[in-house]
């Protein structure tokens, strides 16, 4: 059975870091694009980053570019989210995602159809 099990949520002050890590296991992974997205209060779930199957490329929305950064474990079956200078705008819950399709553009991979199997999310808060 897939699960993807994401780690590393928490409180920070803005300013601060968090490192986020998606464990995923049942399948070889290493095929597989990975994303991160994130739902806030009211809001709907959100693109964040993503990092296609070959490692080649990598995606993030317009907010977070700078600040973050995703990337693959050595053994590829975990993908880790580097978040640097966090604002209050970034608290959310952040999900791991993974898609068994070969995507690769910044469309693809930042649209949430195209994953098939996602984790039950981590807890961000941000405070001012």
């Known amino acids: 059975q897939v699960q993807l099990v994401e780690s590393g949520g928490g409180l920070v002050q803005a300013g601060g870091s968090l490192r986020l890590s998606c464990a995923a296991s049942?399948?070889?992974?290493?095929?597989?694009?990975m994303g991160w997205f994130r739902q806030a209060p009211g809001e709907e779930r959100e693109f964040v980053a993503a990092?296609?199957?070959?490692?080649?490329?990598?995606y993030y929305t317009d907010s977070v570019k700078g600040r973050f950064t995703i990337s693959r474990g050595n053994a590829k079956s975990t993908v880790f989210l580097q978040m640097n200078s966090l604002k209050p705008e970034d608290t959310a819950v952040y999900y791991c995602?993974?898609?068994?399709?070969?995507?690769?553009?910044?469309?693809?991979?930042?649209?949430?159809?195209?994953?098939?199997?996602w984790g039950q999310g981590t807890q961000v808060t941000v405070s001012s």
């Open positions: 995602a993974a898609s068994q399709k070969r995507i690769w553009t910044a469309q693809q991979m930042g649209a949430i159809m195209s994953y098939n199997y």
């Open positions: 049942g399948r070889t992974f290493s095929d597989y694009s």
């Open positions: 990092i296609s199957w070959s490692s080649t490329y990598t």
